[in-house]
């Protein structure tokens, strides 16, 4: 391959994944359906129901078989609107918000009229009901990026859902890493009781989990790119046969896009040591600073049809620890131990002086055993 096709190759892969139509799975999108009746519960063969995003454009286009049910699958999360007509009867046009995973059923109910006059249902009133068992909870993306959340870590906030909790014995080494290698650097989370190596962590409807099967993060033990979230779901209970590979509970989240409307922010958060409190074995308190900033904007290519969305996320972080070492006392370096005096061979005193001198405590009668506070940045 020369250079210049080269060159046009990656032209043409770019500018085919902006136009490209976003492609879901069942679980990573939402479905509405339903079934298009008139007032005396007779089901309508042939009725239009168009379905609309409000924030993209986007259309689908169906019609209700036999049976007078209608179903489209794969949509957006978003708001959306339905319209309904047949000959005859009245317009229906009813709102309605699609979270992520959603299966939503809209029966619509059509009234005998002019077909001109249009009859407007709010979404808390029309016959909307989930047509699954599975119990999840949804958490929106100005959830995600209005609380304060450590490191800005989006999946911590799946523990704001019942059934779902944060492992309290999560070790983590000098430098602030999760030191358990076989477990991944992510969260450790337990839903229902399971395992968090049994947990499924989903974008797009793709699975993120790491090498162990573990939650998605980085060396720093953060999953970042809170604000190129849309939304997320936790399933905590009788995950359908879509979702696949998991055990435990199941993390199914969706990015952002753009919309007809341009939208951006700009972001820093700062976290130091100036009010943290040092523990029993500090003398002062360790030195910490992290900085994380960035920036996202999208919005409209061309209205209705092509959008670009895009985020940055920067990290900086300088973290400092305690540790406590063992080193001989002050007793011990002269040949002073509890079981009686001992001479100290000159050819050994000189290996003494490779440990520091105690700077905290020397425990035993005489003093065996002493510790130093040593004080490590990364």
Known sequence: MTSKSGFCWIVASLLGGLVASPAFGQVAGGTISGTVTDASGAVISGAVIAIRNTATGGMRNLTSNESGFYSAPNLLPGPYQITVTFTGFNIVNEQLVLDVGAEAVVNNQLVVGSGSEKVEVAGESAQIQLATSTLNGVVGGHTMRDLPLNGRDWTLLAALEPGVHTVDTQTQGTVGQNTRGNRGWGTQI?????????????????????????????????????????????????????????????????????????????????????????????????????????????????????????????????????????????????????????????????????????????????????????????
């Not at 590979?245 to 820093?268: C, D, L, M, P, W």
């Not at 895009?310 to 002073?336: H, M, W």
């Open 190 to 378: 337990t839903i229902s009781g399971a395992r968090p190596t049994q947990n499924n962590y989903r974008l797009d409807g793709i699975s993120i989990n790491d090498y162990s099967g573990g939650a998605p993060g980085g060396t720093l033990g953060l999953n970042l790119g809170v604000e190129a979230i849309q939304e997320f779901s936790v399933v905590t209970g009788n995950p359908s046969a879509d979702y696949g590979k998991t055990s435990g509970g199941v993390f199914n989240a969706i990015t952002r896009s753009g919309t007809n409307q341009f939208h951006g922010s700009a972001y820093e958060f700062l976290r130091n040591s100036a009010l943290d409190a040092r523990n029993f074995f500090d003398q002062r308190t360790p030195p910490f600073r992290r900085n994380q900033f960035g920036f996202s904007a999208g919005g409209p290519v061309r209205k209705d049809r092509t959008f670009v969305f895009g985020d940055y996320e920067g990290l900086k972080q300088s973290l400092s620890s305690t540790n406590l070492l063992t080193v001989p006392s002050r007793a011990a370096r002269l040949g002073q131990l509890t079981g009686g005096a001992v001479a100290v061979n000159p050819k050994v005193a000189p290996y003494l002086d490779i440990f520091p001198l105690p700077n905290i405590s020397e425990i035993g009668d005489v003093g065996t055993t002493a510790f130093v506070q040593k004080i490590g940045t990364s």
